[in-house]
């Protein structure tokens, strides 16, 4: 009987002797590699963790001593020795587990993650709660150095740091890597950490430099550098006792590390390095293409996809190259999401316009406010949900100010196997909201790439939302055309209900016009709506119908209700999109259908709210 199947929960981990711990590790990173290549998955980050969710199992009290894991993408070992390596098979698929820590998945998953930076606040509060509650147990942040680069952290850092009595351990896991290599100034700060050369050039400053006292410092730096045990200037600045770096593969060093951490009170900081894909070749070499991947066969590796249509993410990055090809003001920003948002082209052949901020989606939308009231045209690639990160700097710093930035919404919608914490299911109803803001919404790849146009030369601030995916499959026109602002189009003509449909809508709205004979509106604009257009649907039509891939709460199909309230236009009207609950994780497909927002769900809501007959099937004898 293989180890890995005589742990249910950690309590059977906690009986392994020490010896046993090596060969587990090896079994639990074959189930993860033989898994997650059936389901696809977080996969490099995961095969980096195992040694340590071990460790941390082992060592801690869990469930009563709380780990709260940043972003979750790297929690696969700790579900699997939790009780849920069976339902493994299920991972991020519909009703099966979430590829996430989830509250309601397990009493282990102590805390909801999944957008970065979060864990040091949210292990802060629980270690808070049991001080003041009197219990004893310590409170556990695993947090990525790529999650480290976000201003959150810092605020976090900056609050625990002083609290002297709390229990909290933060374990950074350094493993060099956000999504795309680390930037900024703290990813060299950590690599000079890991390579010991911050010691030897505080000890040449000192000898160099520096009075007696400063001598005695640097001495004292070196001495602690030989004994593993390093004070971190900024991390114990911060108040924090820092240890490490230490192997985070290397069960023996781990162990006995994490064992007297246990022992000692306040806030402790271990520095772990890891390595992402750690022990399957392929992954170690291309931690990037391993991040998230689709279902692949282990021992050939992930293979180039065969071309099928061209994705929304690929209709921004080709427009992105065309547009700074004419316009030199161009400057292209991405808060750590360069592969996803399509930008690693713009990286190759505009390296000195390209700036991956790290994960700082509000520094990210400030720094372009900052960089248009100097003339320079910034586009910010961002998904939707992590916009929802930088939300007074978009109406304080960008939209107050009638600032020129363009914002490439991606995943704006259901995104499918990441679920309900990255879905980009309220920019419509938050932008909307905001004095100055255009808001566009393509229903198909070439009004996309007008769109993005049309943002871009339009002198304030303007988004375009774009879902995940490839769109209907359009020709796209090379040209850098606009449209007008404010105008949609009338795509089917029909009669008794009009259909007003945004973006991702519009084609499922027509099929489902098809069988009503309804007319089909793509409205393109959210704001300005084209109200002109809403009138004359409204007087020409019984009843009007909106739909949107948002939710509807506040969204696309509430400003055609004011826009009618406003005329005094009293219409049947019903507003289909996104319901008031979270939709979790699966094929989005299917979870659009869930929702009615198939062409089939979309005919039958309008049927049974209008009461209109199926339509009569026509029978050809002849
Ligand atoms: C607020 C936010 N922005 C962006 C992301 C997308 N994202 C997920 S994992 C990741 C990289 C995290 O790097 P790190 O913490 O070092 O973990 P690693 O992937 O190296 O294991 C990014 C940018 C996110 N989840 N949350
Ligand atoms: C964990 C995380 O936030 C990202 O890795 C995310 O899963 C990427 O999503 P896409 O696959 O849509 O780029
Ligand atoms: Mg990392």
Redesign the pocket.
């Known amino acids: 009987m293989k180890l890995l199947d005589t742990i249910n929960d950690p309590a059977d981990l906690r009986k392994l002797p020490r010896t046993q711990l090596t060969p587990l590790a090896h079994e639990l990173r074959q189930f993860l590699l033989d898994s997650v290549s059936k389901t696809g998955g977080?996969l490099?980050?995961n095969l980096?963790?195992v040694e340590l969710t071990i460790a941390l199992h082992y060592v801690f009290n869990t469930p009563e001593d709380r780990i709260v894991w940043?972003?979750g993408?790297?929690t696969y070992s700790h579900k699997i020795l939790t009780g849920r390596r069976e339902r493994m098979p299920s991972l991020r698929q519909l009703n099966g587990l979430s590829g996430f820590p989830k509250r309601d998945e397990s009493e282990y998953d102590t805390f909801g993650t999944?957008?970065?930076?979060t864990s040091i606040s949210a292990a802060l509060g629980m270690a808070t709660a049991a001080k003041i509650k009197g219990e004893k147990r310590k409170a556990i942040a695993v947090?990525?150095?790529?999650?480290?680069t976000?201003g959150m952290a810092f605020e976090a850092l900056n609050n625990a740091g002083v609290e002297d009595d709390v229990d909290l351990l933060v374990v950074l896991?350094?493993?060099d890597?956000?999504?795309s290599p680390?930037v900024g100034a703290l990813n060299r700060y950590l690599a000079r950490l890991m390579s010991g050369q911050f010691y030897a050039a505080a000890k040449n400053v000192g000898k160099t430099m520096l009075p007696a006292p400063m001598l005695e410092l640097a001495k004292k730096l070196e001495e602690h550098a030989k004994g593993m045990v390093v004070p971190a200037t900024m991390f114990e600045e911060f108040g924090f006792n820092y240890i490490g770096p230490i192997d985070g593969h290397d069960l023996d060093s781990l162990i006995p590390t994490l064992e007297n951490i246990k022992k000692l009170k306040g806030p402790q900081f271990l520095h772990v390095v890891t390595k992402?894909g750690q022990g399957y070749k392929l992954a170690e070499a291309e931690?990037i293409l391993y991040?998230g991947t689709g279902k692949f066969n282990p021992s050939e590796g992930i293979k180039p996809a065969k071309a099928t249509k061209i994705t929304y993410t690929e209709v921004f990055g080709n427009w992105l190259c065309d547009m700074a090809h004419v316009d030199k003001r161009l400057v292209g920003i991405t808060?750590?999401?360069r592969e996803?948002s399509g930008m690693v082209r713009f990286n190759q052949e505009y390296p000195d316009r390209y700036f991956d901020v790290g994960?700082a989606?509000q520094h990210s939308v400030t720094f372009a406010g900052g960089l248009a009231t100097e003339g320079m045209k910034p586009v910010v690639a961002i998904?939707s949900t992590?916009l929802q990160?930088a939300y007074d700097q978009l109406i304080h710093d960008v939209a107050l100010q009638n600032l020129d930035v363009t914002f490439a919404l991606d995943r704006a919608g259901l995104v499918g196997a990441d679920g309900a914490t990255?879905a980009g299911n309220y920019d419509i109803a938050y932008l909307r909201c905001i004095p100055n803001m255009v808001v566009m919404a393509p229903s198909d790849e070439n009004e996309c790439r007008k769109m993005l146009t049309t943002a871009y030369r339009f002198d304030g601030p303007a988004a375009v939302r774009y879902p995940r995916g490839a769109g209907v499959g359009a020709a796209i026109e090379p040209a850098l055309d606009v449209i007008e602002i404010g105008k949609g189009v009338v795509r089917r003509e029909g009669k008794g209900v009009a259909i007003l449909a945004f973006g991702s809508m519009v084609a499922p709205s027509i099929k489902a016009a098809d069988g009503l004979n309804a007319t089909v509106a793509d409205m393109r604009f959210v704001k300005p709506l084209d109200v002109e257009l809403v009138k004359q649907l409204a007087q020409n039509h019984d009843y009007l119908v909106t739909v949107e891939e948002g939710c509807t709460m506040g969204g696309a199909g509430s400003a055609v209700a004011e826009a009618l309230a406003e005329a005094g236009i009293a219409k049947p009207l019903l507003i289909l999109g996104l319901p008031d609950r979270f939709i979790d994780h699966g094929d989005p497909a299917l979870l659009l259908a869930s929702v009615g927002l198939d062409a089939h769900g979309i005919g039958k809501s309008i049927r049974e709210r209008f009461g209109i007959g199926e339509p009569r099937l026509v029978v050809n004898n002849t």
């Open positions: 977080h490099s980050s980096g963790t940043d972003v993408h790297q999944a957008h970065s930076s947090i990525g150095d790529g999650s480290m976000a896991n350094d493993n890597m956000s999504i680390p992402k931690p991040h808060p750590a999401m996803g994960i989606e998904y992590f990160r990255h």
